[in-house]
């Protein structure tokens, strides 16, 4: 059974910068997709970056030009996040999915296996 677990998070000030993790193991798709959302308090999980097997990726809008999305040869998924607001402050979970024929997305229904999260606080 694929487990995902992240790590990296904690509390920074405004300006600084975090690295996300986020190693699997039991890793069950050949061709894949990943990404990170991320959720504040009950909210929805609120896409933020993703990228796929085809070399194919995608940003939310306020994560442009900030934070970058990367995996390695030994597929842990990694998020760089710079510039860090106090609004970035949220639940980040790291999530895989299929590739299948859909195009790479941000949907949450596309990926089917999440991580418990790690916290990232941004102080002002």
């Known amino acids: 059974q694929v487990q995902l677990v992240e790590s990296g998070g904690g509390s920074v000030q405004g300006g600084g910068s975090l690295l996300l993790s986020c190693n699997g193991s039991?890793?069950?798709?050949?061709?894949?997709?990943m990404a990170w959302f991320r959720q504040v308090l009950k909210k929805e999980h609120e896409g933020v970056a993703a990228?796929?097997?085809?070399?194919?990726s995608m940003y939310s809008e306020f994560a442009k030009g900030r934070f970058t999305i990367s995996v390695d040869n030994a597929k842990i998924l990694w998020l760089r996040m710079d510039n860090l607001k106090p609004e970035d402050t949220a639940m980040y979970y790291c999530?895989?999915?299929?590739?299948?024929?859909?195009?790479?997305?941000?949907?949450?229904?596309?990926?089917?296996?999440w991580g418990r999260g790690t916290q990232v606080t941004v102080s002002s």
């Open positions: 039991g890793w069950p798709f050949v061709t894949f997709r």
């Open positions: 999530a895989v999915g299929p590739l299948g024929v859909r195009p790479i997305s941000l949907e949450n229904s596309d990926y089917t296996i």
């Open positions: 990228l796929d097997s085809r070399g194919s």
